[in-house]
T-cell receptor, first 113, second 114 residues
Framework: EAGVAQSPRYKIIEKRQSVAFWCNPI?????LYWYQQILGQGPKLLIQ????????DSQLPKDRFSAERLKGVDSTLKIQPAKLEDSAVYLC???????????FGPGTRLTVL | AQSVTQLDSQVPVFEEAPVELRCNYS??????LFWYVQYPNQGLQLLLK??????LVESINGFEAEFNKSQTSFHLRKPSVHISDTAEYFC????????????FGAGTRLAVHP
């Protein structure tokens, strides 16, 4: 079974630029999560989807971050414009129905200069 | 609200020695508890979880953790570590029931020396 796929793996941009990350969860997983992991900290949830609906986006900085999961499968997270403090690893995870366990992708490491 | 405290940011240990990574949580409602491991440049991998039942849970590679409700702890132990156990370990909680977000501690870096 293929795991959670994320791309790109690494991205370097300058502040005020825009960036987008892509996540393809494990086939059949209805719940998808985006986490932000700043260096030296544990991951923090940005947004959670159940199929194509948003369950929790309370910690998403909505003035600059957006995310969508239009067909309930893959998802895109966008930052526009980026700030220096957005430098982090962005992790995508998914959960199958009936199992309380999150499967994580390898992450996208974003560096904002 | 829930929170997780990992009491040690770094734990150095010699190969074949025992190790304990400490985790305490705070919650006014029932929670599930997890330990994840992160190797360099990789995503998080589930090591073990406590949902209900026996308070002692074990992983396939020799780690175990015990849920202690009175002390609100979920410490991770291994009786004999290997070089390959060198990694970052994260303790996490989620609300019980449903598919809820994970709330992570800051992590403990385990460094196993020969």
């Amino acid at each position: 079974e293929a795991g959670v796929a994320q791309s790109p793996r690494y991205k370097i941009i300058e502040k005020r630029q825009s960036v987008a990350f892509w996540c393809n969860p494990i086939s059949g997983h209805a719940t998808l999560y985006w986490y932000q992991q700043i260096l030296g900290q544990g991951p923090k949830l940005l947004i959670q989807f159940q199929n194509n609906g948003v369950v929790d986006d309370s910690q998403l900085p909505k003035d600059r971050f957006s995310a969508e999961r239009l067909k309930g499968v893959d998802s895109t997270l966008k930052i526009q414009p980026a700030k220096l403090e957005d430098s982090a690893v962005y992790l995508c995870a998914s959960t199958p129905w009936g199992l309380n366990e999150q499967f994580f992708g390898p992450g996208t490491r974003l560096t904002v200069l | 609200a829930q929170s997780v405290t990992q009491l040690d940011s770094q734990v150095p240990v010699f190969e074949e020695a025992p190790v304990e990574l400490r985790c305490n949580y705070s919650s006014s409602v029932s929670v599930y508890l997890f330990w994840y491991v992160q190797y360099p440049n990789q995503g998080l991998q589930l090591l073990l979880k406590y949902l209900s039942g026996s308070t002692l849970v074990e992983s396939i590679n020799g780690f175990e953790a015990e849920f202690n409700k009175s002390q609100t702890s979920f410490h991770l132990r291994k009786p004999s570590v290997h070089i390959s156990d060198t990694a970052e370990y994260f303790c996490a909680v989620s609300l019980s029931g449903g598919y809820n977000k994970l709330i992570f501690g800051a992590g403990t870096r385990l460094a196993v020396h020969p």
